[in-house]
């Protein structure tokens, strides 16, 4: 079925390097993603939200991309510290239900000091 | 924030035996909960919908036997793996949805079970 899936399985960074991880999604129905950061043994925590009528969103250090013509989402983490080491997912949802979440295959990022 | 906690944090139980994980909403009342099933180095892939006051709805190819889920009260939500087998041992998440109007959920720190 359809579902949410990631470019790359992993990514390793430089400590104060920008971070870009990518999403594919192919449900064009889509129309509300979001990135969750997971930490090794705990849940995921929430980092940024987008909706469909959006294109970009920023938060603190961290602005997601969406590119509705390509179905690709993007997560950029400006000036990359080691607690941004993590496993990251995108997720989505479509429909009246914002709750039911499907989640994409995951990019661990690693920081190198 | 909202929380949500989840009892056990771990646990280890032998092959044919049940096995209980609790899901709590600390300061929110949660009509609706969410459980996930997470495999090493793989994703969240849901499992069932808990409704608090009625029957849970289970995603396709998620036994509703096996794991029965109970949303007795607002902030209650529990997963029981019954007989449960090595291939169950996973990493279990509960989630609820943000009642604050953000269209946000807030997910439990996991129970890691392990069948033996």
């Known amino acids: 079925g359809e579902s949410v899936g990631l470019h790359l399985p992993t990514l390793s960074v430089q400590e104060g390097d920008n971070s870009i991880i990518n999403c594919a999604y192919s449900n064009s129905a889509s129309d509300y993603f979001i990135w969750y950061k997971q930490e090794s043994g705990k849940g995921p925590q929430f980092i940024i939200d987008?909706?469909?009528?959006?294109d970009k969103r920023q938060g603190q250090r961290v602005t997601v991309l969406l590119n509705k013509t390509v179905k690709h989402l993007s997560l950029q983490i400006a000036a990359t510290q080691p607690g941004d080491s993590a496993v990251y997912f995108c997720a989505e949802t479509f429909g009246s239900n914002d709750y039911k979440l499907s989640f994409g295959a995951g990019t661990t990022v690693t920081v190198r000091a | 924030g909202a929380v949500v906690s989840q009892h056990p944090s771990w646990v280890i139980c032998k092959s044919g035996t049940s096995v209980k994980i609790e899901c709590r909403s600390l300061?929110?009342?949660?009509?609706?909960m969410f459980w996930y099933r997470q495999f090493p180095k793989q994703s969240l892939m849901l499992m069932a919908t808990?409704?608090?006051?009625?029957?849970?709805?289970?995603e396709q190819g998620v036994e509703k036997d096996k794991f029965l889920i109970n949303h007795a009260s607002l902030t209650l939500s529990t997963l029981t793996v019954t007989s449960a087998h090595p291939e169950d041992s996973s990493f279990y998440i509960c989630s609820a949805p943000s009642t604050s109007g953000r269209n946000e959920q807030y997910f439990g720190p996991g129970t890691r079970l392990t069948v033996t």
């Open positions: 808990s409704n608090e006051g009625s029957k849970a709805t289970y």
């Open positions: 987008i909706r469909s009528n959006m």
């Open positions: 300061d929110f009342q949660a009509t609706t």
